[in-house]
């Protein structure tokens, strides 16, 4: 399946590496895109479609929402969905980002 990042995938990562210089870690963006596009080119949608339906305004009704670790922190929080023959990315927030979604 195709991978597909939206804008808003592209400017949350964006807006995660800031959070995570005002915090003074490290970014991440490069390698949590990276990340993320394995596990997803990983996974047999036919049998298993990974994640939880979530609503957020604003947003398709047949998104999910798909909890991600990296190493020893928190799970990342991916939102996503799946059309015929690609995955649309449309947000990745880290649990402890102050920007809050309306669920």
Same mark, same amino acid.
Do not use: C
């Given at each position: 399946?195709?991978?597909?990042?939206?804008?808003?995938?592209? #400017?949350?990562?964006?807006?995660? #590496?800031?959070?995570?210089?005002?915090?003074?870690?490290? $970014?991440?963006?490069?390698?949590?895109?990276?990340?993320?596009?394995?596990?997803?080119?990983?996974? #047999?949608?036919?049998?298993?479609? $990974?994640?939880?339906?979530?609503?957020?305004?604003?947003?398709?009704?047949?998104?999910?929402?798909?909890?991600?670790?990296?190493?020893?922190?928190?799970?990342?929080?991916?939102?996503?969905?799946?059309?015929? #023959?690609?995955?649309?990315?449309?947000?990745?927030?880290? $649990?402890?980002?102050?920007?809050?979604?309306?669920?």
């Amino acid at each position: 399946m195709k991978i597909h990042w939206r804008r808003s995938a592209v #400017d949350s990562l964006i807006s995660l #590496d800031k959070w995570r210089r005002e915090i003074e870690l490290k $970014p991440i963006a490069s390698f949590l895109r990276g990340h993320i596009n394995n596990y997803f080119q990983g996974q #047999d949608f036919s049998v298993y479609v $990974p994640g939880k339906a979530v609503v957020l305004k604003g947003y398709p009704v047949n998104l999910r929402m798909l909890l991600i670790s990296v190493g020893k922190s928190d799970p990342y929080k991916v939102f996503y969905r799946i059309t015929k #023959d690609e995955i649309e990315i449309f947000l990745v927030r880290h $649990p402890r980002q102050n920007q809050m979604f309306k669920l």
